[in-house]
């Protein structure tokens, strides 16, 4: 049986349109103070459930590449969070409860939040001094449940994107990109050599 489905190059194509049209609307201002907060942070802790967790620790992972103190909240051999330091939060939604949880310890204890959302009004996004929004998310219908475990539990995930790229692809996608972005500039601002970033990498793999 043939079965007519969607041109993958076109999706693709249509992904990379998506994300030319996040990095036309990325507001400057944002991303720069986003970038200052790196460069000023003590120690940095990344932040993120299901699939925006991988996005958070590919960026833990490179800031520790260039030279950064950085940790991954939830991990066994991750230290206490004190006042100072920097919490980077990754949420589409900016709902998701553990994420709010965690927000909410961090501003408790006296920590930076930034926060990394397409939700700029989302409950994290009021406890975060920096806000980096990513495109715009489209809400769910009023019957959806808001947050993120609950969605998961009862089998009602649903995007806070299109449907053409679903279960928050495009938030993820984009989040990615950024944090990409961000590295670069931070390696061409501290002169970072490719050296230096390479005796970083594990060699216990």
Request: aromatic letters at 8%; proline letters at 3%; charged letters at 20%.
């Amino acid at each position: 049986m043939v079965v007519d489905y969607p041109k993958i190059n076109e999706l693709m194509l249509l992904m990379s349109y998506r994300m030319r049209e996040t990095a036309r609307s990325l507001d400057e201002d944002q991303a720069a103070r986003f970038v200052d907060e790196m460069l000023a942070a003590r120690r940095i802790y990344v932040a993120g459930a299901g699939r925006s967790g991988l996005v958070s620790r590919a960026f833990a992972m490179r800031l520790m590449h260039i030279g950064f103190e950085s940790f991954v909240v939830g991990e066994t051999i991750t230290p206490a969070l004190l006042a100072g330091d920097t919490l980077v939060a990754f949420s589409g939604s900016g709902e998701t409860n553990s994420i709010v949880d965690i927000c909410e310890t961090a501003k408790d204890i006296g920590a930076k939040i930034c926060l990394i959302t397409f939700s700029p009004e989302s409950r994290s996004a009021q406890l975060a001094e920096c806000i980096v929004t990513l495109g715009e998310g489209k809400a769910d219908p009023d019957d959806i449940p808001s947050q993120y475990e609950v969605r998961q539990i009862t089998g009602q995930y649903r995007s806070v994107t299109t449907s053409f790229a679903p279960f928050g692809t495009l938030f993820e996608t984009s989040a990615l990109i950024f944090s990409d972005a961000v590295i670069s500039a931070l390696i061409e601002v501290l002169q970072c050599s490719l050296d230096d970033a390479r005796g970083r990498l594990s060699n216990v793999q």
